[in-house]
């Protein structure tokens, strides 16, 4: 088994789609995407060029009025067949990029279930009740933060 694929499989991954920026440490250029799947130990994308594996970049997830920054690794850049373009996978390098990206996430499925339980509602709830509500609900399935 590849080093790689032991990295994927150490936390369970979540799919989720948000704006990314990314910034390869040796260069000024930023990459703009949006993420595949996000964990405790990284995230993947999908991107037009390879990207070198074991390149360091820096990662910008915005959500709502916060921006998430995070430090990784380039671990894999994958052709895709179906899409033509690379599935990149990223692990986080340090513990606070790691729990910023678990902050990012829950935020992220809040707003998503927000807009769940409204539709099932019929009326708009807000944004600190969804919140009430996923935490009560769902926070306990989350991997514990170590």
Excluded: C
Aim: no cysteine.
């Amino acid at each position: 088994m590849l080093l790689q694929d032991k990295e994927r499989r150490k936390y369970y991954r979540h799919p989720i789609s948000a704006p990314l920026r990314l910034r390869p440490f040796s260069s000024q250029e930023h990459i703009r995407t949006e993420t595949a799947e996000v964990s405790l130990g990284g995230l993947s994308f999908l991107w037009e060029d390879k990207l070198e594996k074991g390149s360091f970049v820096d990662v910008s997830i915005p959500i709502k009025d916060k921006l998430f920054k995070i430090k990784g690794r380039i671990t894999y850049s994958i052709e895709d067949g179906k899409s033509g373009k690379f599935r990149t996978g990223i692990l986080f390098i340090d513990s606070p990029s790691a729990f910023r990206a678990k902050l990012a996430e829950e935020a992220l499925e809040i707003m998503r279930y927000r807009k769940e339980i409204s539709r099932e509602l019929g009326k708009e709830i807000t944004e600190e009740e969804a919140a009430k509500r996923w935490i009560q609900n769902f926070a306990k399935d989350f991997p514990e933060f170590s």
